[in-house]
Nanobody, 115 residues
Framework: QVQVVESGGGLVQAGGSLRLSCTLSGIVIGGDPMGWYHQAPGKQREYLGV???????NLFDSVKGRFSISSDSAKNTMYLQMNNLKPEDTGVYYC?????????WGQGTQVTVSS
């Protein structure tokens, strides 16, 4: 059974940093593409970036230069490093993994950026 669990959210001041984690269980990281998404209050979930099966990462233009994606196979975890956070980065952050035509989502982790 595939499970996806996000963690690392919290309250941070504008200009601060957070590192979010996305830990898989039931499958090994790297075998399937994974993504990060952001859902601001009252808005639709938006794509942030991807970790491909070749280990490459790609980030949406709006967060390039501030956010980065990495992974640790020993911990079966993907990370989202967020720097220079802005109030508009507030919201719930989700990760997913796409395997066998199915998309598995975590429950999300809340990030609140105060001005």
């Amino acid at each position: 059974q595939v499970q996806v669990v996000e963690s690392g959210g919290g309250l941070v001041q504008a200009g601060g940093s957070l590192r979010l984690s996305c830990t898989l269980s039931g499958i090994v990281i790297g075998g399937d593409p994974m993504g990060w998404y952001h859902q601001a209050p009252g808005k639709q979930r938006e794509y942030l970036g991807v970790l491909t099966t070749s280990g490459r990462t790609n980030l949406f233009d709006s967060v390039k230069g501030r956010f980065s994606i990495s992974s640790d196979s020993a911990k079966n975890t993907m990370y989202l490093q967020m720097n220079n956070l802005k109030p508009e980065d507030t919201g719930v952050y989700y990760c997913n993994v796409i395997r066998g035509g199915n998309v598995y989502w975590g429950q999300g982790t809340q990030v609140t950026v105060s001005s």
